[in-house]
């Protein structure tokens, strides 16, 4: 267990430390950039809430029930007030965020760990009657409904989607039988397909992706220049700092789409470093998951290594023209506080999960050589 702990932490570390490089040649020519002001901020304050989470015994948030759904609760509230007008900050045209003065937060990114926490509980909690209908399907999805409307509301149907994503990982572990999930899975699919359809802007985002060179100098124009930015940076990237397509040329170059920023300035070396990265955070998660002393710490590190692995996906699958674009940050490389806590956080309960099965299976060890010791 300590070598996935530790290939977890350096992973998160390098990958937080390329983020600070890169979010300090975003700023260039840019004054007013707050990057590197804010950016330290927020990833010291993720850095305590992982130092907390990892040191703490996960476990303690199913000896207490009420902490799960207090959470979640809390979460819904909170998205809840984002869609009020006067009191959530509509950037955009969407309504995402909670703050007072500067400071700005994202309750979606709390729904997450928050709903990953409360379907771990609830599938430990009623893990023989997963297979049922009622138990496995409808109140799961019924909590679940509930978070993704709000988040569909504010609009932000790529956050919707990964949380639905995740949720349906989750939910398959626990025990859900296929014949009940695909069903509805098959119907929300073709509910948003039709949504999307009908919404101009997400159709022409996917009308887009498929004409890229058409609307190069429209709403495809984040994805065309991306690509140019990756193109133009080669195998060892035209240098630290000196990438073009950073001032002004690529919309959001410090958030959704720094990926394409690494790949001009670092070139595809660094592009595949960070990919292997992420290949290897997720294979430690799955290997927590797998080795965890119980139910509920197999389910809560298997919802929040896939919650970390889609979102890579979709981030890097969106900058190389894979996926259309869906407005997801890249996890401890975006510049953004809300995601960066989060995330951290995640990490956080990776560790402890490690932490507590380690401790299971020395115990087992000092058992089975006492037994071996004791034995005639």
Same mark, same amino acid.
């Given at each position: 267990?300590?070598?996935?702990t530790?290939?977890?932490?350096?992973?998160?570390?390098?990958?937080?430390?390329?983020?600070?490089?890169? $979010?300090?040649?975003?700023?260039?020519?840019?004054?007013?950039?707050?990057?590197?002001?804010?950016?330290?901020?927020?990833?010291a304050?993720g850095? @305590?809430?992982?130092?907390?989470?990892?040191?703490?015994?996960?476990?303690?948030?199913?000896?207490?029930?009420?902490?799960?759904?207090?959470?979640?609760?809390?979460? %819904?509230?909170?998205?809840?007030?984002?869609?009020?007008?006067g009191?959530?900050?509509?950037?955009? !045209?969407?309504?995402?965020?909670?703050?007072?003065?500067?400071?700005?937060?994202?309750?979606s990114?709390?729904?997450k760990?928050?709903?990953? %926490?409360?379907?771990?509980?609830?599938?430990?909690?009623?893990? =023989?009657?997963?297979?049922?209908?009622? =138990?496995?399907? %409808?109140?799961?999805?019924?909590?679940?409904?509930? &978070?993704?409307?709000?988040?569909?509301?504010?609009?932000?149907?790529?956050?919707?989607?990964?949380?639905?994503?995740? *949720?349906?990982?989750v $939910? $398959?572990i626990?025990?859900?039988?296929w014949?009940?999930?695909?069903?509805?899975?098959?119907?929300a699919?073709?509910?948003?397909? %039709?949504?999307?359809?009908?919404?101009?802007? /997400?159709?022409?985002?996917?009308?887009?992706?498929?004409? $890229?060179?058409?609307?190069?100098?429209?709403?495809?124009?984040?994805?065309?220049?991306?690509?140019?930015?990756?193109?133009?940076?080669?195998?060892?990237?035209?240098?630290? @700092?000196?990438? /073009?397509?950073?001032?002004?040329? &690529?919309?959001?170059?410090?958030?959704?789409?720094?990926f *394409?920023?690494?790949?001009?300035?670092?070139?595809l070396?660094?592009?595949l470093?960070?990919?292997?990265?992420?290949?290897?955070?997720?294979?430690?998660?799955?290997?927590?998951?797998?080795?965890?002393?119980?139910?509920?710490?197999?389910?809560?590190? #298997?919802?929040?290594?896939?919650?970390?692995?889609?979102?890579a996906?979709?981030?890097?699958?969106?900058?190389?023209?894979?996926?259309?674009?869906?407005?997801?940050s890249?996890?401890?490389?975006?510049? !953004?506080?809300?995601?960066?806590?989060?995330?951290?956080?995640?990490i956080?309960?990776?560790?402890?999960?490690a932490?507590?099965?380690?401790? #299971?299976?020395?115990?087992?060890? /000092?058992?089975?050589?006492?037994?071996?010791?004791n034995?005639?």
């Amino acid at each position: 267990m300590k070598p996935a702990t530790t290939i977890l932490i350096f992973c998160v570390a390098a990958l937080s430390a390329l983020g600070m490089v890169m $979010l300090f040649s975003a700023s260039t020519g840019q004054p007013e950039a707050r990057y590197l002001i804010m950016q330290p901020i927020w990833c010291a304050l993720g850095l @305590g809430a992982c130092l907390v989470a990892a040191s703490a015994d996960y476990r303690w948030l199913k000896k207490y029930p009420w902490i799960p759904w207090a959470v979640l609760g809390m979460a %819904v509230i909170l998205l809840a007030f984002a869609l009020v007008p006067g009191i959530g900050i509509k950037t955009n !045209g969407a309504r995402r965020w909670l703050g007072i003065g500067s400071f700005r937060f994202q309750p979606s990114e709390l729904a997450k760990i928050a709903l990953i %926490v409360a379907l771990a509980f609830y599938g430990e909690r009623y893990q =023989r009657q997963m297979p049922r209908f009622w =138990r496995g399907m %409808v109140i799961p999805a019924l909590l679940i409904s509930v &978070v993704l409307a709000l988040v569909f509301l504010e609009p932000d149907v790529g956050t919707a989607l990964l949380i639905g994503a995740v *949720s349906a990982v989750v $939910l $398959l572990i626990a025990g859900i039988r296929w014949k009940y999930f695909l069903p509805p899975a098959c119907l929300a699919l073709i509910a948003l397909g %039709v949504f999307i359809w009908h919404n101009p802007m /997400r159709s022409g985002r996917i009308y887009s992706w498929l004409h $890229l060179e058409e609307t190069k100098q429209d709403k495809g124009l984040q994805a065309y220049q991306a690509m140019v930015a990756l193109g133009s940076g080669g195998i060892t990237g035209v240098g630290l @700092g000196d990438g /073009r397509q950073k001032l002004g040329f &690529v919309p959001e170059h410090h958030t959704d789409f720094i990926f *394409s920023i690494i790949g001009e300035e670092l070139g595809l070396a660094a592009t595949l470093g960070v990919v292997i990265a992420f290949s290897a955070i997720v294979y430690c998660g799955v290997f927590v998951a797998w080795n965890a002393c119980d139910t509920f710490g197999m389910l809560l590190a #298997s919802g929040v290594t896939f919650l970390l692995g889609f979102q890579a996906i979709i981030n890097i699958g969106v900058v190389t023209g894979t996926f259309p674009n869906k407005g997801l940050s890249l996890p401890f490389i975006s510049y !953004g506080g809300s995601n960066m806590v989060v995330m951290l956080a995640c990490i956080g309960l990776l560790i402890s999960i490690a932490r507590q099965a380690a401790g #299971s299976e020395r115990v087992l060890h /000092r058992l089975t050589d006492s037994n071996a010791l004791n034995s005639p």
